[in-house]
């Protein structure tokens, strides 16, 4: 991505962890943020060495690597115009806000198109640029749940259990950096920008695929379904304990040869008919489950997990964080990099998830708030620190 410039006013999830794809690839991606209104996930631990500071978080660091921190308080008239200002020279503009907020500063899309007109601009909310739901504010952790995945997840009807975290923060930017590429490609091509409209709500609806494809066909509702599939039996997490306490073994069994090689493993007394065939462990999964629980209590979740293996059955510990900063295959993979952030020191970020074996990764740590407003400002815009100082007493940089 060398020779891709990004502005970014993206804050949380989505936004920033897309354009966090750019930077970490060699696109010059800076982050607009002021201490009025800083990045919300400044405010989210964990913090290094357990300090809350908007300097120190963890999770901000890993959103928002490889990119400069430009300060400006974008309440300030000045600060929007020197936006404007700096627009010639970015490939794409990105925001993350409720529609209508960039329009009523000037910038909206067909404000930069006066000042730019191959510009690409990207707006990522939850529900869209425009529709009867547009404006609502909200959360990953509440798409979610609108999507149906907080409905799916549950064990139950009364029993509801989401998937962890926001979840559409965490699949919602694979999307929206590749629909970026695309608009880079086209713009390659036609010489033309465009502004692209992310709905976090219809993206995260893709993920349920299986669920909507059925119902279209059939009509059928999926219902609650925990850990369980349709294909796989028995299909889910079981408690153990070990030499720290307690812990989890994860296993997925597809046919009857692989239910035959799990009682070997677990050292299944006696085959039992309830279960002898897919067909009816599907039927009796609630009876399926208490029994391979009954198996695996008090077992040790790695041993479990490497006699089950050793037989060509899917099954593994369910790891903590701990346990993956210590995982033998990312350390071999020298997936975790301790980069030296200002404030905060050296922090373990995470590496990317390929290797480009010819470009290699552009990887540095996050910026502190602001870190680099001399530099942005003074080479883009020639502000020297007589003007930086002026900017700085009258709020605009603040």
């Not at 709905?199 to 993920?207: D, P, R």
């Not at 408690?239 to 307690?246: M, Y």
């Not at 994860?250 to 279960?275: C, K, Y």
């Not at 897919?278 to 999964?285: D, F």
């Amino acid at each position: 991505m060398e020779g891709v410039s990004v502005l970014d006013f993206t804050w949380f999830g989505v936004g920033p962890i897309t354009t966090k794809y750019l930077a970490d690839n060699g696109a010059s991606v800076v982050k607009v943020e002021s201490m009025s209104r800083p990045d919300g996930l400044r405010m989210v631990g964990p913090w290094k060495d357990g300090r809350p500071d908007l300097n120190t978080s963890q999770l901000f660091a890993s959103c928002n690597s490889s990119k400069k921190g430009l300060m400006l308080d974008m309440s300030h008239p000045e600060a929007r115009d020197i936006v404007r200002r700096l627009v010639p020279r970015f490939d794409v503009v990105a925001n993350s806000f409720t529609p209508g907020v960039m329009a009523r500063w000037g910038l909206g899309y067909e404000d930069l198109q006066q000042i730019r007109s191959d510009i690409i601009m990207l707006s990522t909310c939850m529900q869209g640029q425009t529709g009867p739901h547009a404006q609502y504010p909200g959360y990953g952790q509440l798409i979610a749940a609108l999507s149906g995945f907080y409905h799916l997840t549950g064990y139950s009807e009364t029993d509801i259990a989401p998937p962890y975290g926001a979840y559409t923060d965490f699949v919602v930017p694979r999307m929206a950096a590749f629909a970026l590429l695309g608009a880079l490609e086209y713009r390659r091509r036609t010489g033309r920008g465009q502004h692209l409209d992310i709905s976090q709500y219809e993206a995260g609806i893709h993920f349920l695929a299986p669920a909507v494809v059925d119902y279209t066909a059939s009509g059928k509702v999926m219902g609650p379904q925990g850990n369980r599939s349709d294909r796989y039996a028995p299909h889910g997490a079981y408690r153990c304990a070990d030499e720290d306490g307690e812990r989890w073994l994860t296993i997925a069994v597809e046919d009857d040869e692989q239910w035959a090689s799990v009682l070997e493993a677990l050292g299944a007394p006696a085959a039992d008919p309830r279960f002898a065939t897919m067909v009816a462990r599907l039927e009796n999964q609630d009876e399926l489950d208490a029994y391979v629980q009954s198996l695996v209590d008090g077992g040790d979740a790695a041993a479990l997990a490497d006699a089950l293996q050793a037989r060509g059955v899917a099954a593994y510990p369910v790891q903590n964080c701990l346990d993956i900063h210590s995982d033998e295959n990312l350390l071999a993979y020298e997936f975790w990099q301790w980069l030296d952030q200002r404030d905060a020191g050296s922090m373990p970020y995470e590496g990317l998830a390929y290797r480009l074996e010819r470009t290699g990764s552009h990887l540095s740590a996050a910026p502190s708030l602001g870190q680099d407003t001399d530099e942005v400002l003074g080479e883009l815009l020639g502000l020297g620190a007589t003007e930086l100082e002026r900017l700085r007493e009258t709020g605009v940089v603040a």
